[in-house]
């Protein structure tokens, strides 16, 4: 499968962006989809996940009421709206696809090419 991210852009902070990241093929119920960001110097970390089927959601503390992952099955394709944006936010965001509840970057087994986001404060 591949992933195909887009969205990114420049905001100011206290603005909003839709991040969307379509796949190539059929995603299964039985998939699990995730957006994680890395910023200049840190480590890649996680931010949101999904199961496909339940569509069951999971996030970072940090970005809890704040951001919202989503999908539409009919297009394979899932989003994560970031709201209320903070300078903090600033990074590239990837969006990665498994067959696994996780959090960490080896518990996906497939990756978008990252769009970056920068919030201006």
């Known amino acids: 499968v591949q992933l195909q991210a887009s969205g990114g852009g420049f905001v100011q902070a206290g603005g909003s962006l839709r991040l969307s990241c379509a796949a190539s093929?059929?995603?299964?119920?039985?998939?699990?989809m995730g957006w994680f960001r890395q910023a200049p110097g840190k480590e890649r970390e996680f931010v949101a996940g999904i199961r496909w089927g339940r569509g069951s959601t999971w996030y970072l503390d940090s970005v809890k009421g704040r951001f919202t992952i989503s999908r539409d099955s009919r297009e394979n394709t899932f989003y994560l709206q970031m709201n209320s944006l903070k300078p903090e936010d600033t990074a590239v965001y990837y969006c990665a696809g498994g067959s696994h509840y996780g959090t960490h970057p080896s518990d996906y087994d497939y990756w978008g090419q990252g769009t970056l986001v920068t919030v201006s404060s």
């Open positions: 093929e059929r995603i299964y119920s039985s998939g699990v």
